[in-house]
Every structure is written in C-alpha cells, then in structure tokens.
C-alpha cells in the first residue's frame, strides 16, 4: 500500500514556472519507480515524466522535453517536477503514480502504476 499527496499547483502566466512535489508514504520509496501524469478535460490521462527508483533512469514526453524536469530524494520519500516556460496548453490536473514493476527503468503507460495521488489542478494562463 502507497499514499500519494501532491502539491504544489496553482495558476501561472504563460512562460512562467511551477514546481509540483508528491509526497509518498507507505512501502520503501526507494523500491518502485515514479512518474507524473496529467489529464486535460476531454483527454485521457498522459503521463509527462516519469524516474526509476534509483534516479538514473528519467523518461519524458516529447511535449515537455527541455521545459520540466523530474527528480526525486529517497531520503525524503518526496518526487518533484519542475515545469519551466509554461504554455496554456499544460493545462490540466497533474497525478504523481507509483509502479512497482518497472525494475531498473520507467513505464510510460498509466496502466503499469500501481497507486495513485489525488491531482492537483495546474492552469496556465495566456
């Protein structure tokens, strides 16, 4: 069992910036890979960025390449993405997930995470 609690949206200018952290409680947060989603109304759930339990491994979708970076501290149980040069088109409510099956790497499919948060709502105005 895994808790996820993000923070950290809100509303934003177009190219400006916004940091989202999840926290997770629960299971050793150093044995399961994370990753970020987002959902837009109308849209299915995407994933943004994800990272492999170690740190070493980061997958992103071509969308945010070169604007958000994901990161995580296994001391601190906590799993952070910086969005830089925001566009109103990242508009959307943000999930953090956990996957338990990645093993070294990253999945980019929301099917493969196990838990998820409860979102946070990010908008980006023009």
């Known amino acids: 069992q895994v808790q996820l609690v993000e923070s950290g949206g809100g509303l934003v200018q177009a190219g400006g910036s916004l940091t989202l952290s999840c926290a997770a409680s629960?299971?050793?947060?150093?044995?399961?890979?994370m990753g970020w989603f987002r959902q837009a109304p109308g849209k299915e759930r995407a994933v943004v960025a994800a990272?492999?339990?170690?740190?070493?491994?980061?997958y992103y979708a071509d969308s945010v390449k070169g604007r958000f970076t994901i990161s995580r501290v296994n001391a601190k149980n906590t799993v952070s993405l910086q969005m830089n040069s925001l566009k109103p088109e990242d508009t959307a409510i943000y999930y953090c997930?956990?996957?338990?099956?990645?093993?070294?790497?990253?999945?980019?499919?929301?099917?493969?995470?196990?838990?998820w948060g409860q979102g946070t709502q990010v908008t980006v105005s023009s």
């Open positions: 629960g299971r050793t947060f150093s044995s399961y890979a």
């Open positions: 990272v492999s339990w170690s740190g070493q491994s980061t």
């Open positions: 997930a956990a996957d338990f099956n990645a093993g070294m790497g990253v999945h980019s499919t929301a099917s493969e995470y196990n838990y």
